[in-house]
């Protein structure tokens, strides 16, 4: 039989099979594989004795069409169904193989390989095809129900498997644990809850000045801030200045979120000229305000001895945040990595960090009437005081404290000669 003979038997039996004469695209496909190795055609009879449950005679067939073309994953897929329904685990396992060593995100081969692997007791083999498994979830808009079962049951097994681990790990390592502070464990319970998908890890996001090599660390270590002390111990004093002037009938607050007219819709836009997030600012911009100082002395007088950052028209940034009820901050990042933001809260309402909190990275934190807490605002953060009273705290930044003495004296000069860019920079 020439190949131009061989090429219209194929397409006979071809158009036979569309037109549902299926007796008749068997024999031409028969006719076909008894004169050459075609692979579609031993594919098309090994389907058949698959629907048969002739195991043999199928599994016979997709290995010749696999010798034929070994490239074709399809084949390999066949193959590994017809060694699963005749229950040879391992001859479906070097099949699924097959289909993998073509096509290492196979989608299919991934699952199959997956529900082998839990058959044959293989967890965290299973646990590495289904994350494969879950990790293509995403890429499928809508899922069949057959589809979106198996995502379940994937998501499942993860869960499952990662909250054993979790389980394991915590008896385990109990007695290490429980020798250490909670700042001495710190990161590796970060390192820990990010393996187990507890926890994203976030990166610094300067819009500004981004200084490199710098510690991403969400909350900076308080003893690089020894005088927090001083400042907390200053707390009714800052409190009640603020909350005398809350009590004047014009308290001299400006809406944080000041954009300029024809600014486009952004995150912002709710809280655009409004008295929603408050402030009453003491420094802005390396500037300090005289006028707000004078109505709030003592506090000002308490800023003055503070180590903060002075780089010309650039920092310190000192001001009392009002956060009204029911005001949810938006997740944002600040302008530069060089400094660090303080918190000190001073009129909290008293119904946890669910209703009032903040959240920087992958720790969310409540705030406490009188504890400071330092932080790196270009880490993604967010503030929500979904409480029936308002939020107040006294927000301030000082140096990065990961930054040299050289470091800050060459910003400094830096700060002198090049001009300070405009714009808004959120701070809480």
């Known amino acids: 039989m020439t190949d131009a003979d061989l090429q219209r038997l194929m397409q006979a039996a071809t158009a ?27 594919n098309v009879l090994g389907v058949d004795a698959l629907g048969r449950r002739d195991w043999t005679e199928a599994a016979g067939l997709f290995r010749r069409a696999i010798a034929a073309d070994p490239a074709a994953p399809e084949l390999w897929m066949n193959l590994a169904r017809c060694a699963r329904e005749a229950g040879d685990k391992a001859g479906e396992r ?31 083999s299973a646990l590495t095809h289904w994350t494969g498994v879950l990790a293509m979830s995403q890429a499928i808009e809508a899922p069949s129900p057959s589809l979106t079962a198996v995502f379940d049951h994937a998501r499942a097994f993860v869960a499952g498997h990662r909250a054993s681990l979790a389980s394991s790990i915590d008896e385990g390592m109990a007695d290490v644990r429980g020798g250490l502070t909670r700042q001495e464990r710190r ?9 187990l998908g ?21 909350y900076f270590d308080r003893a690089h801030f020894p005088w927090l002390d001083r400042l907390e111990a200053e707390t009714p004093t800052i409190r009640a200045e603020l909350e005398a002037l809350l009590a004047m009938p014009e308290p001299g607050l400006s809406p944080y979120v000041e954009m300029p007219a024809g600014t486009p819709d952004n995150k912002w836009s709710s809280l655009n000229h409004r008295l929603s997030w408050g402030a009453l600012h003491l420094w802005r911009h390396g500037r300090r305000i005289e006028a707000n100082c004078a109505r709030a002395p003592r506090t000002a007088a308490i800023i ?44 909290v309402p008293p119904d946890g ?15 406490r009437e009188g504890e400071a ?56």
Do not use: K, Y
Not at 16 to 37: H, K, P, T, Y
Not at 306 to 317: C, F, M, N, S, Y
Not at 359 to 364: A, M, N, P, S, Y
């Open 353 to 367: 960090e669910s209703v009032c909190g903040f959240r920087v990275g992958g720790e969310t934190r409540g705030w």
């Open 94 to 124: 070097r099949a699924l193989e097959g289909a993998l060593s073509i096509d290492r995100r196979h989608f299919m081969a991934l699952v199959r390989m997956a529900e082998l692997d839990e058959r044959e007791g293989r967890m965290d």
């Open 373 to 428: 807490f330092a932080f790196d605002d270009t880490i993604e953060h967010e503030a929500w005081n979904l409480s029936d009273a308002p939020r107040a705290i006294l927000i301030l930044d000082t140096w990065n404290p990961h930054l040299t003495a050289a470091e800050r004296d060459l910003l400094a000069r830096f700060a002198d000669i090049a001009p300070a860019g405009e714009g808004q920079v959120a701070e809480d």
């Open 16 to 42: 036979a099979q569309r037109a549902g004469r299926r007796d008749e695209a068997l024999r031409l496909f028969r006719a076909v594989i008894a004169v050459a190795e075609q692979p579609l055609a031993l």
């Open 304 to 347: 003055d001895r503070l180590p903060l950052a002075h780089l010309a028209g650039r920092t310190p940034t000192v001001f009392f945040s009002i956060l009204q009820p029911g005001t949810r901050l938006p997740p944002h990042t600040g302008v530069s990595n060089i400094r660090a933001i303080i918190h000190l809260p001073l009129i």
């Open 198 to 218: 507890r926890r994203a890890i976030f990166a610094n996001a300067c819009a500004g000045l981004h200084f490199p090599f710098l510690p991403a660390d969400e």
């Open 187 to 195: 990161r590796f319970d970060a390192c820990m809850d990010h393996m």
